[in-house]
């Protein structure tokens, strides 16, 4: 019984003592999803739940459950949170729900990233019950955990190369910068909501690794995101290197690598400013798979090689 941490010398439950651990930066991701009909989808698109806005008093329920796990959940300790990020995707068949939360402390957050998403998605099924009432909240799981003794776990194979996103951008008119955005839509069938380059075909969505502007940065100081008409600018990942067909994990959304590179044409706003361009040899492009929100800080992970 001395292996068992969570159990004293009467064999009988207990919270661990996590005093002695040093104190560090840790990270927790988790996801669920609540099944329903695409009618009852629709109303959550539209409005039209008889009690109101479902995602809006979902994200707030969610963030609040993540702050209470210690009191649900007998054996959590009190953390303090430095953040929670609570988001959703619909799609048609149902809301997908993917919750982040972050803390600096002695034990990590997973408990508090699962209860955030359960919470959520038991808060979409009581606001749409009054429409649908066997729909069902499945795939409650652990996506990844970072920080402490145990280190960087992710759902599926830790050793999958992994990025992250610096930055997104849209454009109204191809052959132009792109001006960053706080976040961008993915959308199956087209791509980018709001790009000029969305649309039924096999270059919905643009990336180019930020490692690649570097290398012109020491001659063009102010190059920033978006200069090069990419819609996802991403560290950490050699993009060029990975096959046609490759599945990235993308924030909530998914992507189908299509192309890698392309041919530049001349007119185009950046390659008139610095006489080159990097996006023909280091961007590539994909179609949506899944759809989702994508934003800054976000992974990007290879899901097939």
Same mark, same amino acid.
């Given at each position: 019984?001395?292996?068992?941490?969570?159990?004293? !010398?009467?064999?009988?439950?207990? &919270?661990?003592?996590?005093?002695? /651990?040093?104190?560090?930066?840790?990270?927790?991701?988790?996801?669920?999803?609540?099944?329903?009909?695409?009618?009852?989808? !629709?109303?959550?698109? =539209?409005?039209?739940?008889?009690?109101?806005?479902?995602?809006? *008093?979902?994200?707030?329920?969610?963030? &609040?459950?993540? /702050?209470?796990?210690?009191?649900?959940?007998? &054996?959590?300790?009190?953390?303090?949170?430095?953040?929670?990020?609570?988001?959703? @995707?619909? !799609?048609? #068949?149902?809301? #997908?729900?993917?919750?982040?939360?972050?803390?600096?402390?002695? $034990?990590?957050?997973?408990?508090?990233?699962?209860?955030?998403? @359960?919470?959520?998605?038991?808060?979409?099924?009581?606001?749409?019950?009054?429409?649908?009432?066997?729909?069902?909240?499945?795939?409650?799981?652990?996506?990844?955990? %970072?920080?402490?003794?145990?280190?960087?776990?992710?759902?599926? #194979?830790?050793?999958?190369?992994?990025?992250?996103?610096?930055?997104?951008?849209?454009?109204?008119? /191809?052959? =132009?910068?792109?001006?960053?955005?706080?976040?961008?839509?993915?959308?199956?069938?087209?791509?980018?909501?709001?790009?000029?380059?969305?649309?039924?075909?096999?270059?919905?969505?643009?990336?180019?690794?930020?490692?690649?502007?570097?290398?012109?940065?020491? $001659?063009?100081? %102010?190059?920033?995101?978006?200069?090069?008409?990419?819609?996802?600018?991403?560290?950490?990942?050699?993009?060029?290197?990975?096959?046609?067909?490759?599945?990235?994990?993308?924030?909530?959304?998914?992507?189908? *690598?299509?192309?890698?590179?392309?041919?530049?044409?001349?007119?185009?706003?950046?390659?008139?400013?610095?006489?080159?361009? +990097?996006?023909? @040899? !280091?961007?590539?492009?994909?179609? +949506? =798979?899944?759809?989702?929100?994508?934003?800054? #800080?976000?992974?990007?992970?290879?899901?097939?090689?």
């Amino acid at each position: 019984m001395d292996d068992l941490t969570h159990v004293n !010398e009467q064999g009988r439950a207990r &919270m661990v003592d996590v005093s002695a /651990k040093e104190k560090a930066a840790r990270t927790a991701r988790a996801a669920g999803f609540v099944r329903m009909a695409p009618s009852t989808v !629709e109303l959550v698109r =539209t409005g039209g739940s008889k009690k109101g806005d479902v995602l809006a *008093v979902a994200q707030v329920a969610g963030i &609040m459950g993540a /702050k209470r796990c210690s009191e649900l959940v007998p &054996m959590c300790h009190p953390i303090q949170l430095t953040g929670v990020d609570v988001r959703f @995707s619909l !799609e048609p #068949g149902g809301v #997908g729900i993917e919750a982040t939360c972050r803390c600096c402390g002695e $034990t990590g957050v997973e408990m508090e990233a699962l209860t955030a998403v @359960s919470v959520a998605a038991l808060t979409v099924y009581d606001m749409l019950k009054a429409h649908q009432r066997d729909m069902v909240i499945e795939e409650v799981r652990l996506l990844e955990k %970072d920080g402490g003794k145990s280190g960087h776990f992710v759902a599926g #194979g830790s050793s999958a190369p992994c990025g992250t996103v610096v930055a997104v951008s849209v454009s109204e008119k /191809k052959g =132009t910068r792109k001006r960053p955005v706080d976040q961008i839509e993915l959308v199956v069938g087209s791509g980018v909501a709001g790009d000029a380059h969305a649309g039924s075909w096999h270059r919905q969505v643009s990336l180019l690794p930020d490692e690649a502007v570097d290398t012109m940065r020491s $001659t063009f100081p %102010d190059l920033g995101a978006g200069d090069f008409a990419e819609n996802v600018l991403v560290r950490g990942l050699d993009l060029k290197l990975l096959p046609v067909g490759t599945v990235l994990e993308v924030g909530t959304a998914e992507l189908a *690598v299509t192309q890698i590179g392309k041919t530049c044409h001349n007119d185009c706003e950046i390659r008139r400013l610095t006489g080159t361009c +990097v996006m023909p @040899s !280091e961007g590539i492009f994909g179609v +949506v =798979t899944r759809p989702g929100v994508v934003k800054a #800080g976000d992974a990007v992970r290879v899901r097939d090689v």
